[in-house]
């Protein structure tokens, strides 16, 4: 017996080689690799390579605002995953992943889901380990003086692995909308010190206030330009701006009637924007991007099944999605039929432990991430 464990001492490097260690690894929860981050360094080198990535279906993002302690200023999510909805599906269960706590201070309506993480308001978060960052403080400068009415968006560059914030300030008191923003920053996630980097723009812009949609390393948004508005590019990788397209006069007039509302979605991996142009009335007009062009219409969906409902993508079968802005205890989407023109109400079984809960976030595509935070 002795023996036998000094031979398996000896040869114990070569017990599970490197391809099998791989594989076993990569058939674990994202949960239980990211403890063997810990196990040694020649372990964490392994699941941080780039050879390495956890196979996993995309699932969809479910990030429940409940609770809420208006007497210490807190918030309350609890995160939940789904599998992929399938085409005979009404009813889809859930896994719980985390439950995270913060400042009421930090958070704000707008979020972002970006491979497998998530940035609500002032914080980045994991949703599978629960864990979350604090972005640096804005400091009042001469030039960013109105902190409070900064605009975030959260994009991924997957040629550097890293994750990264870009920030934009009006930096003038009373300034017209169209006024050019000269403040723009950078905050890349795991920087040491934690700050904020100031970046050159060269294109005079006044970022409009809607969703950002990172794609494929660019974070893409929509600015007024001189005199018209475009599609605003963000390199992740250069951290350089160029004007990616230009938006149609017909779709500004549209998007800005009753205040209308617009959301960036991914459409076969182009830029496109759901535009709704009246509150009160049920129909959505889809546009579409492409590199220096200016913006088309690609479809229209009439008869929305209720109101306020935002398009969140297209699932792997070509079925549009919508969710709403606004849910009370209840968790569900609305999938719609390109072929059969049908709504369809999708509820998610969650358990937020019978809380009632009044805000509900849905991202597609999701991905456990392995970012320790």
Known sequence: MRRSLRLYKKRKTDVVPLDLLIEILNRLPAKSVVRF???????????????????????????????????????NFSFFSSSSLSSSSTTVSTSYLSRITIPSRLFSCHSY????????????????TGKYITLPKIVKTPTCNRPSLAMRFFGYDPVNNQYKVLC????????????????????????????????????????????????????HYIAHTGTRMSLMRFDLKSEKF????????????LWFKDNGSGTLI?????????????????????????????????????????????????????EIIFAPSYSRNEANVIRHDLKGASFEKIKFEVDANHQWFNESIYSMGYVESLMLL
């Not at 889901?113 to 599978?128: A, D, E, S, T």
């Not at 723009?201 to 660019?218: K, V």
């Not at 160029?242 to 007039?253: G, M, N």
């Open 266 to 318: 991914n459409y076969h991996g182009k830029v496109a924007i759901a535009v709704q142009p009246l509150h009160h009335v049920s129909s959505i007009d889809l546009y579409v991007f492409e590199a220096g062009k200016q913006d088309f219409k690609e479809r229209s969906f009439h008869n929305l099944p209720q109101l306020h409902l935002r398009m969140k993508g297209i699932t792997h079968t070509g």
């Open 168 to 219: 934009m300030f009006p930096n003038l008191e009373g300034q017209e909308e169209t006024t050019p923003w000269s403040d723009f920053r950078v905050f890349t996630l795991g920087d040491k010190p934690k700050s904020w980097r100031l970046i050159d723009c060269g294109i005079p812009q006044s970022p409009y206030y809607s969703n950002g949609l990172c794609i494929d390393g660019f974070v």
């Open 242 to 253: 160029d004007i990616f397209a230009k938006v149609s006069e017909h779709l500004r007039a």
């Open 113 to 128: 889901y970006v491979n497998g993480l998530i940035n609500i308001g002032q914080i980045i978060c994991n949703p599978c």
């Open 37 to 75: 981050l810990l196990v040694s360094k020649s372990w964490a080198e392994i699941i941080r390579s780039n050879g390495f990535c956890l196979t996993q279906p995309l699932r969809f993002l479910i990030a429940l605002k409940t609770d809420t302690d208006y007497q210490k200023r807190r918030i």
